[in-house]
């Protein structure tokens, strides 16, 4: 493993990830191993080893089964069958039992919202789990069966693409859009790619055109391409579908982009809950150097590039660009104190572009048809064609295109959904949407989103939403900075406290606080949007809130007498005086 990633430091991340799936889990003493070899370190690589939770340190069980604690695998009952699994393997919840041969836990989303309830099994995608499913699973895990053997139908992951546009049904060759990237200087193709105004499909929205134009202008030894797929946002699978069934325009497009702004290397940055497209990228990246397209000399027309699979290991942050690249060099995924940018400063400190896997493949387009064709498509500030995830409450769950300025109503209605209270756009990191905002327009001015559309129905309790949100947060703040990493854990006692019918109006106006501090004072963005969604339901459906608040002023947030009496039992005192707001009762020697 340490030859084939040429003892590189930086390969840290991908060294601890090939060690593991060798020998199980990462031992003290392998650490110690792989520390040594690199020259690094044992603190270091203790911290990459710690940091990411797909990483383990200690021992593995034999069946490690993590259940997606996603909201709309909640929804679809994944909580109640991890219940179930538990008590068929006679084991707790989260702890491993059985000597240790079997732990069933909980992992923040699997990117399968779409085939809920997903879970890992030893890290492998199950979808459609289900009550019948059960007691099999169990045998088998019984049995002692190897994950390889249980029923294939169990890992079958469908693309569920329900609606094709531009992008979509362009059915493009491989190689036809680079093909026509090459045909045109660097210069040519940014003026193109500058007059479609394409836009970053991630949620930011940034002009690709100035994001390349800066790369391209950057002085450095080498520039790089990185294809974002760390998909990690509640609700989003849309990346999953592109590199699953169409890879050939994802790798097109970071082609065009390394042509655009003068690179020969680039890297997919594939999220670690995507394993299971690592063996098909990687043969497809075979298959192109040996058809001339990927390489030295592409397309017989001088231009040298090749691209590298870094898988990551369970990690949100990682989908912040300056926190990818720190862990594309090996590093835990923390954000980067930015200027300088990426684009200056990114991978070993060298100009490099970080673009999503959308925009990668929607680049394709620009080149073929030229930046005037695709700017007609969509609306004013939003060109081309958007891609929703949709999950939830609908009958027809998968990938949507769209031009952009479809309306919200619209996207509901063709995905079958009924009775709809709320929409949750752009995952957990966005804004919840009420019936009377279903007439606005997915587009950049209007309800920009990453992709992900999660569809809630009169029957759910959107405190639940708010709360499970909460959770990612807390779980997923990489405790960099102080805001984000005291303000999620604030959040989720609030909301553990109110879940529990302790809660009281100062509470929620705490929870207002604490929106204030993270979106003002959080390094980056995933404290300053933690709470955008919980703020839109706590304003938009405040009776989710408010039918379970206590109408005191203050009631503590755990039960001091509930915490306290096993040691007044120990003692047989009362101990009243522990509460600062005593009984009125005069205690025995007042
Ligand atoms: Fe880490 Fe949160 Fe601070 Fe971002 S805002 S750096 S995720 S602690």
Same mark, same amino acid.
């Given at each position: 493993i340490l030859a084939a990633n040429h003892h590189d430091p930086r390969q840290l991340l991908q060294i601890l990830r090939q060690a593991q799936e060798r020998a199980g889990h990462l031992p003290t003493a392998l650490l110690e191993r792989i520390a040594s070899a690199l020259t690094l370190p044992l603190a270091q690589v203790l911290a990459t080893a710690s940091f990411y939770s797909l990483l383990r340190t200690g021992p593995a069980p034999a069946y490690d089964i993590l259940f997606a604690d996603n909201i709309t695998d909640r929804m679809q009952g994944g909580p109640a069958l991890a219940a179930a699994l538990c008590r068929a393997l006679e084991l707790a919840p989260g702890l491993p039992a059985g000597n240790g041969r079997v732990r069933v836990g909980t992992t923040s989303c699997t990117g399968l919202c779409d085939q809920g309830p997903a879970l890992l099994v030893n890290q492998r995608p199950l979808t459609r789990m289900s009550a019948e499913r059960v007691v099999p699973m169990a045998d088998l895990i019984r049995r002692g069966v190897a994950v390889d053997d249980w029923p294939a139908e169990w890992f079958r992951i469908e693309p569920n693409l329900r609606r094709r546009d531009a992008l979509l049904g362009a059915g493009l060759a491989p190689g036809e859009a680079l093909a026509a990237a090459l045909a045109r200087s660097p210069g040519g193709l940014l003026a193109e790619i500058e007059a479609s105004r394409l836009r970053g499909r991630g949620g930011a929205g940034y002009p690709t055109a100035a994001k390349w134009r800066a790369c391209r202008a950057a002085p450095g030894e080498a520039h790089y391409v990185v294809c974002n797929a760390d998909e990690g946002e509640p609700g989003t699978?849309?990346? +999953?579908?592109?590199?699953?069934?169409?890879?050939?325009?994802?790798?097109?497009?970071? &082609?065009?982009? *390394?042509?655009?702004?003068?690179?020969? +290397?680039?890297?997919?940055?594939? $999220?670690? %809950?995507?394993?299971? #497209?690592?063996?098909?990228?990687?043969?497809?990246?075979?298959?192109?150097?040996?058809?001339?397209?990927?390489?030295?000399?592409?397309?017989?027309?001088? /231009?040298?590039?090749?691209?590298?699979?870094?898988? &990551? *290991?369970?990690?949100?942050?990682?989908?912040?660009?300056?926190?990818?690249? %720190? =862990?594309?060099?090996?590093?835990?995924?923390?954000?980067?104190?930015?200027?300088? /940018?990426?684009?200056?400063?990114?991978? $070993?400190?060298?100009?490099?572009?970080?673009?999503?896997?959308?925009?990668?493949?929607?680049a394709g387009l620009v080149a073929i048809h030229g930046g005037e064709v695709f700017r007609a498509i969509g609306t004013a500030q939003s060109s081309g064609t958007k891609l929703l995830s949709v999950s939830g409450d609908v009958e027809r769950p998968g990938i949507y295109e769209y031009p952009f300025g479809v309306t919200v109503a619209e996207v509901l209605a063709d995905c079958g959904a009924r009775a709809t209270q709320a929409v949750q756009i752009a995952g957990a990191a966005g804004h919840c949407l009420a019936p009377a905002e279903f007439g606005r327009r997915i587009a950049f001015e209007d309800v920009p989103t990453g992709g992900s559309f999660m569809v809630f129905d009169e029957r759910r309790d959107l405190f639940d939403v708010a709360h499970a949100f909460v959770d990612f947060f807390a779980h997923e703040s990489c405790g960099f900075c102080t805001p984000c990493r005291v303000g999620t854990a604030v959040n989720r006692r609030l909301m553990d406290k109110i879940a529990a019918g302790r809660?009281?109006?100062?509470?929620?106006?705490?929870?207002?606080?604490?929106?204030?501090?993270? $979106? =003002?004072?959080?390094?980056?963005?995933?404290?300053?949007?933690?709470? #955008?969604?919980?703020?839109?339901?706590?304003?938009? /459906?405040?009776?989710? /809130?408010s039918r379970r608040l206590r109408t005191e002023d203050f009631v503590p947030a755990f039960d001091l007498d509930a915490a306290l009496a096993p040691a007044r039992q120990a003692t047989g005192r009362d101990d009243r005086q522990a509460h600062f707001h005593p009984d009125p009762t005069p205690l025995p020697d007042e």
């Open positions: 699978f849309k990346d +999953r579908v592109l590199l699953s069934d169409f890879p050939q325009l994802v790798i097109d497009g970071m &082609g065009i982009a *390394a042509h655009a702004v003068g690179a020969h +290397r680039g890297f997919i940055y594939l $999220r670690g %809950e995507y394993r299971h #497209l690592l063996d098909p990228l990687e043969a497809l990246l075979a298959e192109r150097r040996r058809q001339g397209l990927l390489g030295t000399d592409i397309l017989g027309r001088g /231009f040298d590039f090749d691209i590298e699979i870094h898988l &990551g *290991a369970g990690a949100y942050v990682c989908g912040e660009e300056s926190a990818l690249l %720190e =862990s594309l060099e090996g590093r835990p995924g923390r954000p980067r104190i930015r200027p300088p /940018f990426p684009v200056s400063r990114g991978y $070993r400190g060298q100009p490099t572009t970080v673009n999503n896997v959308e925009t990668l493949a929607l809660g009281v109006p100062a509470d929620v106006a705490e929870l207002a606080a604490m929106d204030r501090l993270l $979106r =003002s004072a959080s390094h980056c963005g995933l404290g300053s949007t933690a709470t #955008l969604a919980l703020t839109d339901i706590v304003d938009k /459906f405040r009776p989710a /809130f």
